[in-house]
């Protein structure tokens, strides 16, 4: 439950965060699993949400200017959606502040920090198989 409380705070900080322009949790959380192009789909399939709610809130944040759509070399029907210069400057700010907030709301030391993360990567490793948590839908169908 604790795990649980603490990615409820953070995704709650990040909301707050003094963002300009403002970005949503959607966004916010579009922005970060943007750490390379992928298609709409699995990252409806990564964030656990409607393809529909996905490709508004990408419609939001490339009116910001912080994403585009660019044609897939490998699928000449398909779109990637990729990171603008200032979309990856906004990703990092994001980022470093999740990292900030996770220390401080966390109570755990630096190494303690390295720990959790070595277990959660453990976890993961262990519960997907096919890159998708056992029993669900494989996101490579998708191309990521």
């Known amino acids: 439950m604790g795990v649980y409380a603490l990615y409820w705070m ?23 699993r943007l750490d390379r192009p992928r298609r709409m789909g699995a990252l409806a399939q990564l964030l656990l949400t409607g393809p529909p709610s996905v490709t508004a809130a990408a419609d939001r944040l490339e009116e910001m200017g912080l994403v585009q759509r660019l ?12 990171l603008t210069d200032r979309g990856r400057t906004v990703r990092s700010q994001l980022d470093e502040e999740a990292r900030r907030l996770f220390r401080q709301v966390s109570g755990l030391s630096t190494d303690e920090i390295a720990q959790f993360a070595a277990l959660c990567e ?3 490793d262990t519960s997907t198989g096919n890159g998708a948590p056992l029993g669900c839908p494989d996101p490579k169908g998708d191309r990521e």
Not at 22 to 27: K, S
Not at 76 to 82: N, P, Q
């Open 10 to 32: 953070l995704d709650d900080a990040v909301e707050r965060m003094d963002q300009a322009p403002r970005i949503g949790r959607l966004e916010s959380r579009i922005l970060i």
């Open 71 to 82: 044609p897939d070399p490998d699928d000449r029907r398909a779109l990637l959606l990729h």
């Open 122 to 124: 453990k976890i993961h």
